[in-house]
């Protein structure tokens, strides 16, 4: 029953947040204006996933989960709120996120007996993993159905391979709390997640990752519940790297943004289809789990090479179509 209750609050938390943030934003300044490079065309409140932090924080301490792995993420939440009204460089924001990111490893040391280079390669994962996911926040619910599908799949891990039990519950209170925000970001946004949400979501997600890992299958296999995401942000990355684009100025030439704004699909079927190859990659890679970590990577490579194929695909087209759209112009 206590779990029942904590996780009912959890949802309406979620939903909450988005409600009342879509209620004072406008002259707390949280509004985010479109640009040419928006993916939508009116001026939409943000900072909506304040309601999924106060879910977080809940849970993990009625949880009893320990601070150092709570506390960090939260104050970066935060922090994250400061920066939807505020914008933070890249300078100032690394730094803290590296800070924080660090401070949860070095906990996870004591256990998993890390050497200096796991340390920092790990927490390069979750900075990581926590900026990609906040760079995949672009059209509506996508990051709320990833965080979904990611924590559910989490809670599914651990749970079927008897790990804490406070951690199998603290996944599915964050996914509840995705999906009360869902209704008021998608099919229509009437409020945007904000960094304060989509960064807290990568940075826990990583932080699960890492501490509900006791080898090297087990982080392959839980890194893989967030595969579309770093997929798209991989294959981007690249792109840009190629034609000498500045990584650090804003874009969109994410393969949901190219489906999204110039293939003209609406939001939410490109949300949910990247829900449902993330649940689909999930799912495959639990059942193949216990063949090993070289049957995981061989599988996630075939799916990696898939989706490669088909941006190769969909960008072509995409350039055909635009180019063709530019003569008639002409004409």
């Known amino acids: ?23 004072i934003a406008p002259p707390l300044g949280l509004v985010d204006c479109p640009n040419e ?7 939409t409140p943000k900072g909506g996933g304040i309601g999924i932090l106060a879910a977080f ?3 993990s301490v009625t949880l009893n989960i320990p601070a150092g792995f709570w506390l960090p993420a939260t104050i970066l939440a935060l922090i994250s709120f400061y920066g ?5 460089s890249p300078r100032f924001r690394l730094p803290i996120q590296f800070m924080a990111a660090l401070f949860l490893v070095h906990l996870s040391a004591f256990s998993l007996q890390l050497s200096t280079f796991s340390l920092f390669f790990l927490a390069v994962f ?21 965080g979904v599908v990611a924590f559910g799949l ?4 651990a749970f079927l391979s008897k790990a804490d039990a406070s951690f199998v519950t603290l996944a599915i209170c964050i996914s509840l709390s995705c999906l009360g925000f869902l209704p008021f970001n998608m099919p229509e946004a009437k409020v945007f997640m904000g960094d304060v949400g989509s960064i807290l979501l990568g940075f826990v997600f990583a932080g699960m990752v890492i501490w509900l890992s006791k080898n090297l299958l087990d982080f392959i296999c839980l ?38 704004n110039e293939c003209g699909i609406p939001h939410w079927k490109v949300s949910t289809g990247y829900g449902l190859l993330q649940l689909f990659t999930g799912i495959s890679v639990l059942l193949v789990r216990p063949f090993g970590s070289t049957m995981i990577l061989s599988l996630l490579m075939v799916f990696f090479a898939g989706f490669v194929l ?15 759209a530019q003569r008639k112009t002409l004409k």
Not at 227 to 233: K, Q, T, V
Not at 310 to 318: A, N, V
């Open 1 to 23: 029953m206590e779990k029942f209750v904590l996780y009912t609050t959890c949802l309406i938390l979620g939903g909450a947040g988005a409600w009342i943030i879509g209620k």
């Open 57 to 59: 924080v809940l849970s």
């Open 154 to 157: 989490l809670a599914l891990f």
């Open 84 to 88: 939807d009204k505020f914008p933070i």
């Open 223 to 260: 890194s893989a519940f967030l595969f579309p995401f770093y997929a798209d942000e991989l294959t981007t990355m690249y792109l840009r790297l190629r034609d000498r684009e500045n990584l650090a100025h804003p874009h969109r030439r994410h393969l949901y943004q190219v489906l999204a």
């Open 37 to 43: 490079r928006s993916s939508h065309a009116v001026p």
């Open 126 to 146: 979750i900075v990581g993993t926590a900026n990609f996911y906040n760079f995949m926040d672009g059209i509506n619910g996508i990051a709320g159905i990833t």
């Open 310 to 324: 088909l941006t190769i695909c969909l960008r072509s087209r995409t350039v055909h179509l635009t180019a063709k």
